[in-house]
């Protein structure tokens, strides 16, 4: 059984940064693909970032390119997310989720985090 933990979120002010964290237990985090989803109250889970196995492939949603960034480190098994230039608008639940291929899909990962809470004040 694949186990994800997330952690690192919290209350900051717009501008501020962030990093979240996704442990990987139960099987080596190299064996999946990687994605950070969230979910604002009253709307639905959305992609936010992606990367592969390897971490040579990575894709975000428009509304974070050039401000966050993910990475992964299969040695120690986890899967980060840098949030630079946060904004109100990031104010989210954010997931961190395993699948077979790199995809911004929700349905295309097989195994999902309880979340951690980022709020942005303005």
């Known amino acids: 059984q694949v186990q994800l933990v997330e952690s690192g979120g919290g209350l900051v002010q717009a501008g501020d940064s962030l990093r979240l964290s996704c442990a990987v237990s139960g099987r080596t985090s190299s064996s999946y693909a990687m994605g950070w989803f969230r979910q604002a109250p009253g709307k639905e889970r959305d992609f936010v970032a992606t990367?592969?196995?390897?971490?040579?492939?990575?894709s975000y949603t428009d509304s974070v390119k050039g401000r966050f960034t993910i990475s992964r480190d299969n040695a120690k098994n986890t899967v980060q997310l840098q949030m630079n230039s946060l904004k109100p608008e990031d104010t989210a639940v954010y997931y961190c989720?395993?699948?077979?291929?790199?995809?911004?899909?929700?349905?295309?990962?097989?195994?999902w985090g309880q979340g951690t809470q980022v709020t942005v004040s303005s």
């Open positions: 989720a395993a699948g077979d291929y790199i995809a911004t899909i929700r349905n295309r990962y097989r195994y």
């Open positions: 990367i592969s196995r390897s971490g040579d492939v990575t």
